[in-house]
């Protein structure tokens, strides 16, 4: 537990705060997801935050918003846009994809069970526009380099 002497006032003031080990087991989980340069957001924050409290025996954490703000502003994580722009593309990766990988999948399906996705729409935003990283970090999505 974190403990803090207040010498200005003649008795001891101790400020505790009671749920540091499941601030520890979710920083130590973003740091881990970072690495993997998977998108997180608040209520999965919270989620894993819930999860590490039960295992720790701390029946009683909520997990609020409230809870999660406090836990950004102490650990100094921001909410930044995931950019598609800075991971450069090899045109042969993708030409080998294509011509290998893919064709392979559609032997599989005959022609009239086939449509273009892209003209579909169904994937309108599917994939997360933003994502909570700490301050000094760039991301970018598959890329992620630290600011210093």
């Known amino acids: 537990m974190i403990q803090n002497y207040d010498s200005s006032n003649s008795c001891s003031k101790l400020k505790t705060r009671v749920y ?3 601030d520890e087991a979710v920083l130590r ?6 690495d993997k340069n998977v998108p997180i957001s608040g209520p999965f924050i919270i989620e894993k ?3 590490f409290a039960k295992a720790l025996g701390y029946d009683e954490f909520q997990g609020s918003n409230g809870w999660l ?5 102490r650990h100094g994580i921001m909410a930044k846009v995931i950019s ?13 994809w294509i011509t290998e990988t ?3 999948i559609l ?16 994937f309108f935003q599917c ?3 933003k994502t909570l990283t700490f301050k000094k970090e760039k991301y970018f999505r598959g890329n992620k380099a630290k600011q210093f």
């Open 29 to 34: 989980w973003i740091n881990t997801k970072r």
């Open 49 to 51: 935050a819930l999860q």
């Open 69 to 73: 703000e406090n836990f950004k502003r």
């Open 102 to 104: 893919l064709s392979k």
């Open 20 to 22: 540091e080990y499941v």
């Open 107 to 122: 032997k599989v399906y005959k022609p009239e069970n086939m449509f273009n996705a892209d003209e579909t729409a169904l």
């Open 84 to 96: 598609d722009e800075s991971k450069h593309v090899d045109d042969n990766d993708s030409e080998n």
């Open 127 to 129: 994939l997360p526009q």
